[in-house]
């Protein structure tokens, strides 16, 4: 069984930055389609971006693109989201996912992941 383990989350102030990571265990990282999500009080679940199998590094482009940056390290079974210039709307439990691809080389994020770490806490205020 996969399972997903996030850290890293806290109070910043706008402005601020944070690195989230979710270490993966189970099985090894590599074999994942990965992703971030994040849920504020009151509002729906959303996508923060995804990542292929074989990228290190991607733009979280479902958000205010530029701000944060997904990058997985493979060799350390971990995921990370790094999260810059950070605003009180970016307040809520972030959370990392993973799927299977349908194919190892499959570009893009998939519509259902089907493994969730717990969630991380990140409050985002002066």
């Known amino acids: 069984q996969l399972q997903l383990v996030e850290s890293g989350g806290g109070l910043v102030q706008p402005g601020g930055s944070l690195r989230l990571s979710c270490a993966v265990s189970?099985?090894?990282?590599?074999?994942?389609?990965m992703a971030w999500f994040r849920q504020a009080p009151g509002k729906e679940r959303e996508r923060v971006g995804c990542i292929d199998t074989r990228a290190d590094a991607a733009d979280a482009t479902d958000i205010e693109k530029g701000r944060f940056t997904i990058f997985r390290d493979n060799a350390g079974n971990t995921l990370y989201l790094q999260m810059d210039n950070l605003k009180p709307e970016d307040t809520a439990v972030y959370y990392c996912?993973?799927?299977?691809?349908?194919?190892?080389?499959?570009?893009?994020?998939?519509?259902?992941?089907?493994?969730w770490g717990q969630g991380t806490q990140v409050t985002v205020s002066s």
């Open positions: 996912a993973a799927v299977v691809p349908p194919y190892i080389a499959y570009i893009g994020c998939l519509e259902k992941y089907d493994y």
């Open positions: 189970g099985y090894p990282l590599e074999y994942y389609a």
